[in-house]
């Protein structure tokens, strides 16, 4: 038991360390009637939940007399924040800046009228320890100028893990001042949902923090000129850059220390969809990029080519250590869920920004349909049974496909609703299948062309009328090393961890949107497999034992 717990602990670190949410401006010095402010962006692919954020704003006068320093701390409340949005932290509302007026709307955070889920607090520095004080009167001077070489620092946190940060004036590396600071320990939320964690600021690594060198004069601040992007951070000394909760410019492609490459396979595999590799070339990935995060993107969005706010994540891998010298690359297979479109492979710093971004096209000849989506949910006896699809070409229509005795036998048949089989738009299906059956059915799509050729989809399983809606692994042992996992009913996202019991991570898969996924090439062993439903934040955990034979 010890074993297994020890390897969830290790999991959940390694997840937290990848959140996806950014500073992208800061707003230090306004000028007479204007405020501070801090937007943030969410880099990722899914909604992300900011009640565990802590914005942390690093201080140090001679005002009053002896030097003062200390922490500003901003503990954000419980907001959403969709993907490619941003959320802008400001000290009161409406914000004045030399660009216009911004008025804060749901998913803002005025710090002077903080909700009850959140809080600000200033923690001084005295004899070693720190003492917490009431803030400022003028809440509107947290992000102060800072005697000595920590100029402007701010630093962002979830759950106590660093995720990004910013020094102004300060050089390239984290400033002294920084790393004298005794360790700070930050209350919890007070509704639960989020502890207290204990900051050490001595041992942080230059490779942590993003750096901008010219100073900060009255009513400008510092801005990225692509949203998340690492090295783009610039001084707004004009008014073109403040762009309070718009697009600072996407995020494009973009090469630094992590090269990375990838390509797609034209051919199907046995669901039917083709797949894209990933992976970091490690003869041109600096040893001070590591730890780094791999990361490869379904392109999606409205920027052919290009990193923004449509695309959509496939999978992730966290590198933790520089490869020995000379050693291959180490390939990552996916599953594209648009065929016919191209990948985006991301190499992520340890400053949580994009580092590189290398966009793969997709040379392959068209396939006749693209699913967007496929679900079969049970609710009592039926099954509904639901697809979308991007494209259709030359199609005629579709056979719904179950598996319940150990072959496939078709239970409906659904023409296509796109005019002559043709169609560049979503298109939406269901058919509702009365399903008595006590054990686990298998279902799927077989899609045919006017010419009689046919593609069937990748599988979705559901559990029996009789069994609990809970996780189901099966089969239980394998004796192949392959599993397939049955979630329960729902159509939220999902994140999936699988973990040997040294608590290494063996696979990972991101933003699992279907009802089911299958497992394949496991070595004979136990593993533990973790499931996170990121609209509850519930975890779920089941063992699978391998025995190949």
């Known amino acids: 038991m010890k074993r297994i717990l020890l390897s969830l602990l290790f999991i959940s670190f390694a997840f937290l360390g990848n959140a996806q949410v950014l500073l992208n401006e800061i707003y230090f010095n306004p000028a007479a009637g204007e405020e501070e402010h801090i937007e943030l962006y969410n880099s990722g692919a899914t909604t992300e939940n900011l009640n565990c954020y802590t914005v942390v704003v690093y201080y140090k006068t001679s005002n009053p007399d002896p030097v003062a320093s200390g922490f500003f701390v901003i503990n954000l409340p419980n907001i959403n924040l969709p993907a490619g949005r941003w959320a802008v932290l400001g000290s009161g509302s409406p914000i004045d800046h030399q660009n216009g007026t911004y008025i804060l709307g749901p998913l803002d955070v005025n710090w002077s009228a903080m909700p009850p889920t959140g809080y600000i607090k200033q923690f001084q520095l005295s004899g070693g320890t720190y003492t917490e004080i009431t803030p400022i009167a003028n809440l509107n001077d947290v992000l102060q100028i800072t005697k000595g070489d920590a100029k402007y620092t701010t630093l962002l946190y979830k759950n106590g893990v660093l995720v990004n940060g910013l020094v102004i004036n300060g050089g390239s590396s984290v400033p002294e001042d920084l790393k004298l600071m005794a ?140 490869p020995a010298s000379g050693a291959p690359n180490t390939v990552y297979t996916v599953e594209m869920i648009n065929t016919n479109r191209g990948t985006l492979v991301v190499g992520k710093s340890t400053a949580g920004c994009f580092e590189t971004i290398e966009a793969i096209s997709n040379g392959c000849s068209p396939l006749p349909v ?34 319940s ?52 989809s990748d599988v979705r399983s559901v559990r029996g009328e009789a069994m609990a809606a809970k996780l189901l692994v099966y ?75």
């Open 183 to 322: 360790p700070l320990t930050i209350p919890g939320d007070g509704t639960g949902t989020c502890g207290s964690f204990t900051l050490t600021f001595s041992t942080l690594a230059n490779n942590q923090l993003e750096y901008l060198l010219p100073s900060i004069g009255q009513s400008n601040g510092a801005s990225r000129t692509a949203d998340g992007r690492c090295g783009t951070w610039d001084k707004s000394s004009r008014p073109a850059g403040i762009t309070l909760g718009a697009t600072n410019g996407a995020s494009g492609t973009a090469t630094g220390t992590i090269d990375v490459g990838g390509s797609i396979n034209c051919n199907l595999n046995g669901n039917g969809k083709r797949e894209a590799t990933y992976f970091v070339v490690n003869n041109n990935t600096t040893a001070s990029a590591y730890p780094l995060v791999l990361q490869i993107y379904q392109d999606q969005g409205t920027i052919n080519g290009q990193l923004d706010a449509g695309d959509v994540i496939l999978a992730e891998q966290q590198i933790n250590t520089a």
């Open 370 to 403: 693209s699913f967007k989506s496929f679900t079969a949910i049970r609710n009592k006896s039926n099954v509904a049974v639901k697809w979308t699809t991007a494209t259709e070409q030359n199609n005629k229509g579709f056979y719904i496909q179950r598996n």
């Open 405 to 456: 005795k150990g072959s496939w036998e078709n239970i409906a048949l659904v023409f296509s609703a796109a005019p002559d089989g043709n169609s560049t738009s979503d298109l939406s299906y269901s058919f509702n299948d009365l399903n008595n059956e006590k054990g686990v059915c298998q279902y799927r799509i077989l899609q045919f062309d006017f010419d009689g050729r046919a593609k069937a």
């Open 475 to 549: 089969p239980n042992p394998s004796m192949d090393g392959k599993v397939s996992v049955v979630f329960e009913e729902g159509n939220g996202a999902r994140n999936v961890m699988v973990s040997d019991m040294s608590g290494r991570m063996i696979k990972q898969y991101r933003n699992v949107s279907t009802n089911n996924i299958s497992i394949e090439g496991l070595e004979t062993g136990v593993y533990s497999i973790q499931v996170i439903d990121l609209s509850t934040a519930a975890i779920t955990v089941e063992k699978v034992i391998i025995k190949k034979r």
